[in-house]
């Protein structure tokens, strides 16, 4: 057993929705003025009614506490951590995913000891450091050199230690030039640098770390996952949240999906990123019930009854790694509405607002063109691959090329998530514009 | 936070009502400095008479009470200089105000810090009351200064008597300063649940000050109010600072003694309010 470096034990924390932002002392007095004359409306009217408070009291005692009011505690509380069990031997590098809320942070910040849990334990047989951001503690008027003792400390490195490994961390985060400008100064790339190669430099037995890869420029990126290869390959346990299944999958050799507060999974990486895809099916934006849409355009006929995005296996999908080809499905219904159809199109628009293109059956076959009065029209997106991010697709159906009957704008959408698409290890960011390029590279020496 | 032979660390909701982590607080007390020094660099950063302001603070301070209170309203100062009088009393009182505002802050202030990284949280207040030491040094030079210039220079200077109790003024700070992070602690605990905390506080102080013999002697209290004014710990300590700095002020074993006991009871009670309020304080504030 001695190989375990951790051990969480049905691992527990529940949040009082109500606790959650201040409450002021009169909400306090209030709630206490209300639990002592009850909420019944009788013990109300006997304030009122100039009885004493012995007798309102009395009154209160006799009709019992109300069970609506028990009811909506238990409603105000949620749990964000239920009963989480698993173990993590030492050297491994385990990844946690799971959708927002599920868990993850909340898991962290008791593990790096930030909050209690309600329940349950956990054992951490060996230092943590943890690093649920970066730069935390920095001081904008301070100097680079300052910050990286102050932050260096703040993550619970001792002077003497910073002292050694100073010139290292200058040189990693490639500041050099100014390190003795306040970092007020600097601009949000220099900042995260730093930030970056003092957390770098700790040398903890066990790291937890939150998504703090996703900063900084591409190249930068590629150096901090170069640097926590490193980390692992030197024994140490990380473990490590992040939304980036292809970091997840590269860096990992277990991995845990968490699903509204429970372990949904916990093995190999390419399993648990597959149960997370399927677990995360966003019903609401995957798919779309036509027939009452919102967003219909003004004096459209409803002839549109079901739009759903799906995946290779015809499945209902939300999630999509850069080089799967989403398949969108369009249901309609024309009969006693108008006497023909001609087309159906689509529109893909980036979350943001940039409009990615469009495709519709026109363009598909040659004329005559006929669409049968009732029917199904499925697209398949096979060119071009699309960079991360969040896409929304329009859909409408026309008569004729310049005559529409249906449009309901933005009624599904569907996520891309990075994938080494280039086979190099060069990741793409929602940054990057739309649209992944492909292209051959030619380099001369001259 | 149990720690076994080797590293051993086991995450569980504590009970117990005063736990402390001592062997925390040691290994980060390089931090400790660190954040002294962050205060005191960061603090007068774009000003441009930097820590000239801990003399300008109270000596404007010192010159609206002796034009409102020793002109105005001609209130007894025990015979001394007014000005004297009131910058002894500012001293005294400063330096326990500035821990007490310093560290009441402690949990709203440092909220982002304090939910990105565990660290023990006493660190925090324990640098703001050593911070707040320069501060205090400086303005002892000043009042020094003054009082070498009232003793020799003035006909006045014949009333001062500066005595051997000036020694005792560590005793007296460590007293203020372990006052001030009483309550300060207290606040801070409370304001991680109700905001309004951090409003009264400030109104507090002030109150507080205005019930302290800061701005008038103990000596000029009707008698049978000396024991109800003697419960406030502050007032011991102002009275011990004038006697030793100026020869003048009302200090008895009793009160003093009083004043340490009630001291460590708040301090011992705002450690268990503190300790119980950094559990979970991220989750509701």
């Given at each position: 057993m001695s190989d375990v470096i951790i051990t969480v034990d049905r691992l527990s924390k529940r949040y009082r929705l109500g606790q959650i932002g201040a409450t002021t002392?009169?909400?306090?007095?209030?709630?206490?003025?209300?639990?002592?004359?009850?909420?019944?409306?009788?013990?109300?009217?006997?304030?009122?009614?100039?009885?004493?408070?012995?007798?309102?009291?009395?009154?209160?005692?006799?009709?019992?506490?109300?069970?609506?009011?028990?009811?909506?505690?238990?409603?105000?509380?949620?749990?964000?951590?239920?009963?989480?069990?698993?173990?993590?031997?030492?050297?491994?590098?385990?990844?946690?995913?799971?959708?927002?809320?599920?868990?993850?942070?909340?898991?962290?910040?008791?593990?790096?000891?930030?909050?209690?849990?309600?329940?349950?334990?956990?054992?951490?047989?060996?230092?943590?450091?943890?690093?649920?951001?970066?730069?935390?503690?920095?001081?904008?008027?301070?100097?680079?050199?300052?910050?990286?003792?102050?932050?260096?400390?703040?993550?619970?490195?001792?002077?003497?230690?910073?002292?050694?490994?100073?010139?290292?961390?200058?040189?990693?985060?490639?500041?050099?030039?100014?390190?003795?400008?306040?970092?007020?100064?600097?601009?949000?790339?220099?900042?995260?640098?730093?930030?970056?190669?003092?957390?770098?430099?700790?040398?903890?037995?066990?790291?937890?770390?939150?998504?703090?890869?996703?900063?900084?420029?591409?190249?930068?990126?590629?150096?901090?996952?170069?640097?926590?290869?490193?980390?692992?390959?030197?024994?140490?346990?990380?473990?490590?949240?992040?939304?980036?299944?292809?970091?997840?999958?590269?860096?990992?050799?277990?991995?845990?999906?968490?699903?509204?507060?429970?372990?949904?999974?916990?093995?190999?990486?390419?399993?648990?990123?597959?149960?997370?895809?399927?677990?995360?099916?966003?019903?609401?934006?995957?798919?779309?019930?036509?027939?009452?849409?919102?967003?219909?355009?003004?004096?459209?006929?409803?002839?549109?009854?079901?739009?759903?995005?799906?995946?290779?296996?015809?499945?209902?999908?939300?999630?999509?790694?850069?080089?799967?080809?989403?398949?969108?499905?369009?249901?309609?219904?024309?009969?006693?509405?108008?006497?023909?159809?001609?087309?159906?199109?689509?529109?893909?628009?980036?979350?943001?607002?940039?409009?990615?293109?469009?495709?519709?059956?026109?363009?598909?076959?040659?004329?005559?063109?006929?669409?049968?009065?009732?029917?199904?029209?499925?697209?398949?997106?096979?060119?071009?691959?699309?960079?991360?991010?969040?896409?929304?697709?329009?859909?409408?159906?026309?008569?004729?090329?310049?005559?529409?009957?249906?449009?309901?704008?933005?009624?599904?959408?569907?996520?891309?998530?990075?994938s080494d698409i280039y086979g190099t290890g060069y990741i793409l960011t929602p940054a990057d514009g739309v649209v992944a390029l492909a292209c051959s590279v030619k380099v001369e020496e001259l | 936070m149990k720690t076994d032979s080797a590293y051993e660390l086991v995450v569980q909701p504590t009970c117990g009502w005063l736990r402390i982590d001592w062997q925390g607080l040691v290994h980060y007390r390089d931090l400790l400095f660190l954040l002294v020094r962050r205060d005191f660099l960061a603090q007068y950063k774009q000003t441009i008479l930097g820590p000239l302001w801990f003399i300008v603070q109270p000596l404007l301070t010192t010159l609206v009470f002796t034009v409102v209170f020793g002109k105005v309203a001609r209130i007894s100062t025990d015979g001394l200089p007014p000005m004297l009088f009131y910058l002894c009393g500012t001293l005294a009182w400063g330096y326990f105000a500035g821990c007490l505002g310093g560290t009441s802050i402690t949990f709203l202030s440092n909220a982002g810090l304090f939910g990105k990284v565990y660290f023990p949280r006493l660190i925090v207040p324990l640098s703001v009351v050593i911070s707040r030491l320069f501060a205090f040094g400086i303005q002892l030079a000043t009042f020094v200064a003054f009082l070498f210039y009232f003793k020799f220079f003035t006909a006045a200077g014949a009333a001062i008597h500066v005595r051997w109790a000036v020694l005792?003024?560590?005793?007296?700070?460590?007293?203020?300063?372990?006052?001030?992070?009483?309550?300060?602690?207290?606040?801070?605990?409370?304001?991680?649940?109700?905001?309004d905390f951090s409003y009264l506080s400030q109104f507090l102080t002030q109150l507080w000050m205005y019930a302290t013999p800061v701005i008038y002697p103990f000596s000029t209290i009707p008698e049978r109010w000396r024991g109800v004014v003697a419960l406030n710990p502050m007032t011991s300590i102002v009275e011990t600072y004038r006697c030793a700095f100026l020869g003048v002020g009302t200090v008895s074993a009793d009160y003093v003694a009083l004043s340490v006991l009630i001291t460590l009871v708040l301090l011992v009670t705002a450690l268990a309010a503190f300790s119980r309020a950094e559990r979970t304080f991220v989750d509701t504030i």
């Open positions: 002392l009169r909400e306090f007095a209030e709630r206490l003025w209300q639990r002592l004359r009850g909420r019944d409306p009788q013990a109300h009217m006997s304030r009122i009614g100039e009885k004493g408070l012995g007798a309102a009291l009395a009154e209160t005692r006799n009709s019992g506490r109300s069970g609506s009011s028990e009811r909506n505690d238990s409603l105000d509380e949620i749990w964000a951590l239920r009963d989480v069990s698993f173990e993590v031997k030492r050297g491994e590098v385990l990844g946690i995913i799971g959708r927002n809320g599920a868990g993850k942070s909340t898991l962290l910040k008791m593990l790096s000891r930030i909050t209690e849990p309600t329940s349950g334990r956990a054992i951490i047989r060996g230092r943590v450091a943890s690093l649920l951001e970066v730069g935390t503690g920095f001081h904008p008027e301070l100097t680079g050199r300052e910050n990286i003792y102050l932050n260096g400390a703040i993550l619970g490195m001792r002077k003497a230690e910073i002292d050694r490994k100073f010139d290292e961390i200058v040189a990693f985060s490639e500041v050099e030039r100014f390190i003795d400008t306040p970092v007020k100064r600097y601009s949000s790339g220099m900042y995260v640098r730093l930030a970056f190669a003092v957390a770098a430099h700790l040398e903890p037995e066990i790291l937890i770390l939150d998504e703090v890869l996703a900063v900084g420029d591409a190249a930068f990126q590629k150096k901090c996952l170069g640097k926590m290869g490193d980390v692992a390959k030197e024994g140490r346990t990380v473990l490590l949240v992040s939304h980036n299944m292809a970091t997840i999958q590269g860096l990992c050799g277990r991995c845990l999906v968490l699903e509204r507060g429970r372990v949904a999974f916990s093995g190999e990486p390419a399993v648990a990123v597959e149960v997370y895809m399927q677990n995360t099916i966003e019903c609401m934006t995957a798919f779309a019930d036509g027939r009452n849409h919102p967003n219909r355009q003004p004096g459209m006929a409803a002839i549109i009854e079901e739009v759903a995005v799906l995946d290779a296996a015809g499945k209902l999908c939300a999630d999509f790694f850069q080089e799967h080809h989403p398949r969108l499905r369009v249901r309609y219904n024309s009969r006693n509405v108008v006497p023909t159809l001609a087309g159906c199109g689509i529109a893909l628009e980036k979350a943001g607002g940039v409009r990615v293109g469009g495709f519709n059956s026109y363009m598909a076959f040659p004329p005559p063109h006929r669409l049968p009065a009732a029917g199904c029209v499925e697209f398949t997106l096979d060119m071009p691959h699309l960079t991360p991010g969040r896409y929304w697709v329009t859909v409408s159906l026309g008569s004729h090329q310049n005559h529409l009957v249906d449009k309901i704008t933005r009624c599904v959408a569907f996520d891309v998530h990075p | 005792l003024l560590p005793a007296l700070l460590l007293h203020s300063a372990l006052l001030g992070l009483g309550v300060g602690l207290w606040i801070t605990a409370l304001t991680t649940k109700y905001r």
